[in-house]
Structures are given as C-alpha cells and as structure tokens.
C-alpha cells in the first residue's frame, strides 16, 4: 500500500513536471564534450533539467579545444541569437562581459549561497563587474606526474619529488632502455610541462607576478632563465617522435610501459582507467616536482547568454543551480576525473588521485600556491597565452640556449598585451 | 516581353553570380582590409589604430617564420610539380602500353583530400613508423629519415606530400597539351633533323606555353591557400617551425582572440598573390588580344 501510494505519488510528480514543461523554457547549451565520459556528463545534466521540466537543446560543437566552437558562438552573438549558455572558461568570460552578452545570475547564485560553496579563487573567475554570469562544472589539476610503477622497478629510479632529482631519475631510467618522459610534441602539452617547471622552479609566487599578473620586472629576472634552464634539460628525456603526438598517445605508452612518466592534467586518468589500471599498484599520481603544495586550476564553466525570453530566462536559472547541485558535480566528476568545484561534498565515491586533489586544493587556496593554469586559458588573455605557447614550444623545439628563451619570452608577452 | 527576355536573359543569368562574387570576394576583401585597420581582438570593433597591426604583425617572429616558409614552399612546390607532371606526360605520350591505367594511377592522388594525404604522409614519414623503421628493420641500422621531426626540414615534407598530390594533375594538364600539338610541326622538324629532345625543347614546349600560364596558376593558389596540408600533416610543428601564413592566420584570428592582427596577415597573403599574380597575367595575357 506504501509502495502504491509513492508509486502515485511519483506519477504526480512526474505529471506536474512534464506539464510545467510547457513553460518552463528550454535551454540551448553550446559544449565541445562530445567524446565517451564527457557526452556522459552532459547527458546526465540534460536529463536532469528534463526533471525540473527544462528542455535541452543540445548545441554540441566538436573539435578539441572548442576553437570551433567559439567560432560558432561568435557568430551566433553578433547576429544576436546566442545561446542560452555555453562552455567558456577564464579570463574569455571576461571578454565576453565586457561585450555585454552576459546575463547576471546574482538570484541564483544568492538563493544558494554560491558565495560559501565556492573557494573565492573560482568564484572569482566566475563574476563580471562583481555579478555571477557564469557556473563551474569541476576543477582540474594540471600539475600532475603520472607514473609507471614498474618501469621504475626495473630502471632501479625513485619517482622524483625535485627537477633535481628528476634528472637523475629520468637519465637512470634512459640508461635501462625506456622513454624517461612520454610527451607529445603539440604547442599547449609543450605548455602544460613549462607550466609545471615554471611552478616547480619559480614557485607559486613568482608563477603569479609573471605568469598571471604579466608583470615585465617579474618576467625578466633571473628566474624566468633558470626556469628555461631545467625546461631546456628535458630536451633530452622526451623520444625523437613525440612532435605532433596526441596527448593520450603519449598516456599509453606510460601505459604501456614504455614510458615511464608524464606531465598532465588530471584527464589522464580517464585513459589509465578505460585501460583497466589501477591507481598505486599500475600507475601512480604525484604532483610534478617542486610543485606538491601548489595547485594549478583548470576550471570549466557554462557562462550565461542574456535572454529575451521569459520562460528561457526562467529555464536559464533552472539549469545555473542545477549545475552547482551536489548530485550533477558528483557525477560529472566521477566521469571527467577532474574533482567538484563546489566545496563540502561527500567524496567517499572518488579515488585516491581525487582525494589528493581535494586536499591539495583546500590547503593550497590557503598557502597562495593555488593559481591560475596559463597553459590552460585561465591565467592571462589567449592573445598573452598564445604568446606564452608560441616561446614555450618554438625553444622546446630547438636548440636554444635558455638566456634566448627567456628574452624571447620577455619581447613576446609585452607585445601581446 | 518576349523580346526582353531574349535580349536580357544571359545577364540575368548571370546576375546573381556577379552579384554573389562581388558581395563574398571583394565586400569581404574590403572587409578584412578594414579590420586590420582597427584594434579588434574577439569581435570586430571600429576603433582605427592606423598600420599599428601590420607593425606588430612584423615584429612577431613566428610570422617571419611563415612567410620564410610559404617561399620556400611555393618556389619548390610549383617548380617540382612541374617538373615532375611535365615528364611524367612526355613519357605516357610516347605511345605506350596500357596508357590509360598508368594514368589514372597518377591522377588518382588528386582524387585524395588534403587532409588524407597529410594523414597518410605523417605515418610514412614518421621515424618510429615510417621510412626510417622500414630501413632499419631491413637492417640499415643508422639509416636516418626524420624531416618530420626536425625544425628545420619540417617545411620540406609538406612540399613532398603536396608534390606527391599534385604532380599527377599537372601531368593531365600537359598531357592534354601535347595530344593539342599539331603532328606536323613535329614531323617537319623531325625532317629538318632535329632529335627527339631538341623537338620537344624548341617546338612543342614553346607551343605549350598556355599549359605552363594554366599550370602555375592554379598551382600557386593551392600553394598560397594550403592550411589543411599542414594541419594535418605537422599541425605547423615541430613548435611552429612549418607553418605557413594561413595558419597563422587561422591561429591569431580565430584561436588566440586577435582578428586585428589576423586581418593585416590576410591582407599581406592577398599581397603576396598580387604580387606574383599580376606582372605574370599581364605578360601572359598582354601578347594574346582577344
């Protein structure tokens, strides 16, 4: 009888819902997560939003970093049909507040207390003129090591904490026939590496003045060259083929075995996980060197679009607090590998690398050694970032000195900004 | 009624194509050459800053890097093709055995898209899959093949890739060239004593020179517009070292937020084509009134 009654009670529910549907708008959703446990992600938002009677129009864009995407969404902006949200990140949802698309989601984010869920880092980046216009679906730690346990058995190395101790290892592990780092030659993996050293070697002080704050006198000490000195010395670690290689190519051969480390974001554990490893006993996470108190984030969000419609502003709401709901956050991050962006939620269904990560993030954001991934798009401009690649991948590639790096560097930036 | 139609009717045929090249080639040409005029960075924004784009345009050392490379692609791009397509077409006009089979084998790369062809280059020249593994399994254990890696020889692979593709056109187009000759000709200088060599170096070449002006044109526009090639065959590595101006154009306009700065680039690559373009056509067309 308790059974029957929930059982009609649930029809009700689901009655009253479908018929708010017709009023409750609809939202167009432009995203780039087309691939496996992305799509997931984004089908399990959609399905919730269908629950509180918003219709999902899928947007889906695909092309890698969303280059495509934006195109599209420029386009759309101008001749004034944006959509009701899109994928924007960092300092471009500046821009685009700037431009006055935004729309001001203050309500939501105040009716559920955004402001003591969020860490104020990624609140942050969130507000325009001090306004919500955008929400974040998950934070991502770029500054990664991640390691073949057995490689390292057999090459008789430690996995390194230090850039010093990385040298040493890594020569040991060549001497014994592997690859020491798997790395894929492409301008924004040559990126996240400099970005590990620049951490590791500069710390998280200097990573702020020079790399987030752009700042010229920052910029042009003898750090930014001692940092092209260590990034210079991995010349050597990396095969003869990687140039052009895929990220995740570069994550099966540690897979595999024939490399024993690589410098990722935490997206790499999703091709350890669809490989069937486990974490400690087949791969292992450790921060990068030098780099184990510092965080660099990398945070995806749905920025907002202004919106004529009623019904599609109410449904824009919908989905805003849908996105901060702990169940959404739980589940996307279980998929993506990244962890919620929310605080104070269960974490009993993520593994250790998410753990580690969790408690990085919390006692980095009180150390100042949480900042902002520049190779990432969350640090500077993509105009400074670009700048930032071209220097990093074009001495990568060849065989300058560091002194010519770090001048290159210098001249770059200062004429992006 | 009638009678108007009749009279009008080709303009009015032609009308929208007119009308559509005027708006999607010159509108935009003026567009992009107003762009780079301004400050715009996401969006078009009608701030005017003078040359200031073309200046930071010149400062940035990973234009000069692309325009470096776009000569060297053209100069042996074209040259190379032609070569290649020019005697590939003498020799399947000397009469032989299964002409047509072999002919659709060189043509057929034509048939291919850019992309696969970069695609399926990037796997042949790759060290650890390619050539140099296919050596050194055989057991030429120092053999060494690794333009593709290497910064400096990284442009000349997309010159092979493209060469490869288009050769097999160029041969057409010759070949068509050479069925047109008059046997005549060749005949009357064969009676006068000249070899097979010297026939087709003083008469049927000369008399081929309008396949020479149709082959170099259409083989500079693919040069000056190739971007697919190198995306998918470098992706404009190792770091940028094989870029050419349309990637870079691609790059600043569209991924790093800088249509001002993409827009002068455009600007200088329809230079770029004038400049080769025009003193050819006018040479070209002056000595033919039609």
């Given at each position: 009888m308790k059974q029957n009654m929930k059982m009609t009670s649930l029809a009700a529910a689901a009655f009253m819902a479908s018929s708010t549907a017709f009023s409750a708008g609809e939202v167009e959703v432009l995203h780039w997560w087309t691939s496996g446990g992305e799509a997931a992600s984004v089908n399990y938002l959609k399905d919730k939003l269908d629950g509180a009677g918003v219709s999902w129009s899928d947007f889906a864009v695909a092309g890698g970093g969303g280059e495509n995407a934006m195109t599209v969404l420029k386009s759309r902006a101008i001749s004034g049909n944006p959509p009701t949200a899109a994928q924007i990140k960092g300092p471009s949802i500046q821009e685009w507040g700037d431009l006055g698309f935004l729309a001001d989601i203050n309500g939501v984010a105040k009716d559920n207390n955004w402001d003591g869920l969020l860490p104020s880092v990624v609140s942050d980046v969130m507000k325009h003129n001090g306004n919500y216009v955008a929400a974040p679906v998950n934070v991502h730690r770029v500054n990664w090591l991640w390691s073949n346990p057995e490689v390292f058995r057999k090459s008789g190395a430690t996995i390194p904490t230090t850039w010093d101790d990385f040298m040493v290892q890594a020569k040991k592990i060549q001497d014994a026939g592997y690859i020491a780092l798997a790395h894929g030659g492409q301008d924004w993996q040559d990126a996240t590496v400099f970005e590990a050293v620049v951490l590791g070697i500069g710390g998280p002080e200097y990573y702020q003045k020079a790399f987030v704050e752009t700042d010229m006198d920052a910029l042009n000490s003898d750090t930014t060259t001692a940092v092209f000195e260590t990034f210079g010395k991995l010349r050597q670690f990396i095969d003869s083929n990687s140039p052009g290689r895929d990220w995740n190519v570069a994550t099966s051969m540690v897979i595999n075995g024939e490399a024993a480390m690589q410098i990722m974001g935490d997206w790499a554990k999703g091709e350890f996980k669809v490989a069937g490893k486990s974490v400690g006993t087949d791969y292992t996470c450790t921060a990068a060197p030098d780099t184990s108190g510092s965080f660099t984030f990398n945070v995806d969000s749905f920025a907002f679009f202004s919106q004529s419609d009623l019904g599609n502003q109410q449904a824009q709401k919908v989905m805003a607090k849908e996105i901060l709901g702990s169940d959404f956050q739980e589940v996307f991050n279980l998929n993506k590998g990244s962890i919620p962006a929310r605080l104070g939620m269960s974490r009993d269904k993520f593994d250790s690398c998410a753990h580690d990560s969790m408690d990085a993030f919390i006692a980095s954001s009180q150390t100042g050694g949480l900042v902002p991934s520049f190779a990432h798009g969350m640090a500077v401009s993509s105009a400074v970032s670009g700048a930032i690649y071209d220097v990093a991948t074009n001495f990568f590639n060849s065989d300058q000195s560091a002194a010519e790096g770090a001048s290159q560097l210098v001249s770059a930036v200062k004429a992006a900004k | 009624m009638f009678n108007f139609l009749e009279r009008n009717l080709p303009k009015i045929i032609i009308a929208p194509t007119t009308l559509a090249m005027i708006v999607c080639m010159y509108g935009f040409i003026l567009w992009t050459g107003l762009l780079s005029l301004t400050k715009s960075r996401m969006m078009p924004q009608w701030e005017f800053v003078g040359l200031e784009q073309y200046i930071r345009l010149f400062q940035n050392p990973r234009w000069h890097v692309a325009l470096d490379n776009l000569l060297i692609f053209i100069v042996l791009f074209i040259v190379i093709s032609l070569i290649i397509g020019l005697l590939l077409a003498i020799f399947l006009d000397q009469k032989i055995r299964a002409e047509g089979a072999i002919r659709t084998v060189y043509l057929y790369p034509m048939a291919i898209s850019f992309i696969v062809t970069g695609t399926a280059w990037k796997w042949i020249l790759n060290p650890g899959l390619g050539i140099e593994k296919i050596f050194r399994d055989m057991?030429?254990?120092?053999?060494?093949?690794r333009w593709l890696v290497e910064q400096d020889m990284a442009i000349y692979t997309i010159v092979i890739a493209a060469v490869w593709q288009s050769s097999g056109f160029v041969m057409a187009m010759f070949l068509a060239g050479l069925r047109g000759v008059d046997d005549n000709l060749v005949k009357a200088a064969k009676i006068d004593g000249a070899s097979t060599a010297k026939s087709y170096w003083y008469v049927i070449l000369p008399i081929m020179r309008p396949v020479f002006f149709s082959a170099i044109v259409i083989l500079t526009h693919i040069a000056i517009k190739s971007f697919d090639l190198v995306q998918a065959l470098t992706g404009g590595g190792p770091g940028y070292a094989s870029d050419l101006p349309a990637n870079f154009m691609y790059t600043f306009a569209f991924n790093r937020a800088q249509m001002g700065l993409g827009a002068a680039s455009a600007i200088i690559m329809l230079f770029g084509v004038l400049a080769v373009l025009i003193p050819y056509l006018y040479s070209e067309l002056r000595e033919r009134p039609a």
């Open positions: - | 057991g030429f254990a120092n053999f060494e093949f």
